[in-house]
């Protein structure tokens, strides 16, 4: 049985959000954190201190920022909060996969799953609480949109899980679209990489879209992190039938933008395909997608359907599976198929929804 636990709010001060008129400095840049220094008339290498405490070294409160003065400490208190929270709950999973459950500042509740598989530690990380994609095989869709989440309660949830110093590896794949909150998952990933606050190489990260248009381009030209996009059907028409948003962003006007972008080098781009048994798992789709990315740097990765509730879309079997990825791979498309984990627990591919109330 997996097993479920609640967590009192002890580890971190001020940790569970209270609707505090207090502006949170977590998430702020470096140049943020300057002008907040400079504004409190302090030497301009005081936003960098700020910076390595938040980031690098994780405080949790201002009383740990010991080469800064008590009294400026006590005047950012008054002003700021760091504000780090813990999780609410924590599920996990017989394989060793972990689901955590954050509260948001305006009262959502979002998800994070730690995945381990030997050497490599993965993050899966939520941008918003809910998605309004519609997305007709996710149950975070179902959820509808809540509200997007700010580029600390993003960077937050990497910081704040018990495995937080283990991770290698962080993927923009939990709940929303993070291109549907281009602003605040762009400045998160900044944090991530940039030499005042993690020093992370973009290698490390993958982000995760259906392609939202401008957004995409944003992305591609801001940032170097890995690129993963949800295509599961070649043909318009069936794409439209699982993704609606199809209409508003259509594959191809999609292809067009990332065939326009050089691939060389280490950014790596993956097209993740979810197989439905008699959808999107014959031998028309397997043709059409060999056309669709020719002539693009690029992978596939194919995912098991985990059935949700009250769906009449069904998986496809391993025979089906392992056929499809041979197909591909002697096509010469790198095609690989990605391990389910976390499924008694919610927390596979397509499942996280924070419907019900938490056990607290």
């Known amino acids: ?8 709010p002890s580890i971190f001060q001020m940790s569970l959000p209270s609707h505090h008129p207090s502006p949170n400095l977590l998430g702020k840049s470096l140049h943020e954190l300057t002008e907040i220094a400079l504004s409190f008339g302090l030497k301009r290498f005081a936003g960098a201190q700020l910076a390595r405490w938040l980031y690098p070294s994780r405080a949790v409160s201002f009383e740990q920022m010991s080469n800064i003065s ?21 599920a996990i999973s017989r394989d060793g996969t972990k689901k955590y459950l954050f509260e948001t500042a305006d009262g959502n509740f979002i998800e994070s799953v730690y995945i381990p598989d030997n050497e490599r530690h993965t993050l899966c990380i939520s941008s918003q609480a809910g998605c309004r994609m519609g997305c007709r095989f996710c149950m975070t869709a179902r959820m509808g949109f809540r509200g997007q989440l700010s580029a600390g309660e993003i960077v937050n949830q990497i910081m704040s899980v018990a495995e937080a110093e283990q991770l290698t590896n962080i993927v923009y794949m939990g709940m ?13 990933i ?17 982000l995760s879209t259906i392609g939202v248009l401008p957004s995409l381009e944003r992305f591609l030209n801001e940032c170097k992190v890995n690129l993963a996009v949800s295509l ?21 006007k999609v292809l067009e933008v990332l065939k326009s972008y050089d691939w060389r080098g280490q950014r790596r781009l993956t097209f993740e395909y979810i197989l439905f048994e008699g959808v999107n798992d014959r031998r028309e789709d397997i043709n059409e997608l060999i056309k669709l990315l020719k002539g693009l740097e690029c992978r596939v990765n194919l995912i098991r359907f985990h059935a949700i509730p009250d769906s009449d879309l069904r998986g496809v079997s391993a025979e089906k599976l392992s056929w499809f990825n041979g197909e ?12 389910s984990r976390g499924e008694d627990i919610l927390a596979a591919c397509g499942l996280l929804a924070t419907s019900n109330h938490p056990t607290l």
């Open 1 to 8: 049985m997996p097993q479920i636990i609640s967590i009192s």
């Open 70 to 90: 008590a009294s400026v400490r006590a005047m950012l208190g008054e002003k700021f909060r760091v504000g780090r929270q813990e999780s609410r709950e924590v």
């Open 176 to 188: 929303g679209e993070p291109l549907d909150n281009v602003d605040n998952v762009l400045r998160s």
């Open 190 to 206: 900044e944090i991530m990489t940039a030499s005042w606050g993690f020093a992370w190489s973009p290698t490390r990260i993958t």
């Open 232 to 252: 599961h059907s070649p043909f318009d028409g069936e794409r439209t039938k699982l993704m609606p948003m199809q209409k508003a962003y259509p594959i191809g």
């Open 328 to 339: 591909l791979n002697s096509a010469g498309i790198r095609t690989t198929t990605r391990s």
